[in-house]
């Protein structure tokens, strides 16, 4: 079994940017994600200097994967720091059951709304667009894309693209864009040129 601290300080990732020192997301986590859909975006955006807070839905930190090899400590509950909700952005991991624990919670289901009505990004990869966002309308009129076989019957434009921005919604499809994924947050939160920086810094 593999345990991973993630509230460690984001200076300490190699690439860093300055521009991004207001920019903040929250990692929403739960027993059952996928693990490199959490943990790519976590890593790349810390690169950038974007501020990263995870959170565990549940009332441990400790979170368990989808395989079970591999528990990630998070740095906050989630219900500890909800009101808090000074993000620029929430990024949601797929992973089955980890998007149905994601969905079943209420708590991220008001969080994710209040985001998206603020304008805020809602970012979400793999099974979560479906089962998370579908649910609450975030997809309704909207360009996505989702593991694919899951957009059957879904509200909105479904795109056989590894990723999809449309607004302030970000989707993708799998743990093999999660690359892409992140690097289009990081493009959205800063600039072309941070998302390209850290792009070229990981051989993506």
């Known amino acids: 079994m593999r345990l991973c601290a993630l509230n460690v300080n984001p200076k300490m990732n190699g690439v860093t940017d300055n521009t991004a020192a207001a920019k903040k997301a929250i990692v929403l986590l739960a027993d059952g994600f996928e693990d490199v ?39 906050a509950l989630l219900t500890d720091i909800a009101e808090q909700n000074d993000w620029d952005a929430v990024i949601i991991p797929g992973g089955m059951p980890g998007a149905k624990n994601l969905a079943a919670s209420d708590t991220v289901n008001t969080l994710i709304k209040e985001m998206a009505a603020a304008g805020k990004l809602v ?3 793999c099974a979560a667009p479906v089962v998370v966002l579908a649910p609450l309308g ?32 970000i989707t993708s499809r799998s743990a093999g864009t999660a690359g892409s994924f992140a690097v289009a947050i ?11 920086k850290i792009a070229e810094a990981v051989l993506l």
């Open 37 to 75: 859909e959490a943990v790519t975006p976590i890593d790349y955006l810390r690169r950038a200097g974007i501020e990263i807070t995870t959170a565990s839905i549940s009332n441990d930190l400790t979170v368990t994967s989808r395989w079970g090899g591999i528990k990630l400590i998070a740095g």
């Open 123 to 125: 970012c979400a990869i």
């Open 138 to 169: 975030l997809l309704d009129g909207k360009r996505f894309t989702c593991y694919p076989g899951m957009e059957e019957k879904m509200p909105g434009i479904w795109l056989n693209s590894n990723v999809v921005v449309d607004g302030n919604i």
């Open 186 to 196: 990081i493009e959205k939160l800063i600039d072309k040129a941070a998302a390209e």
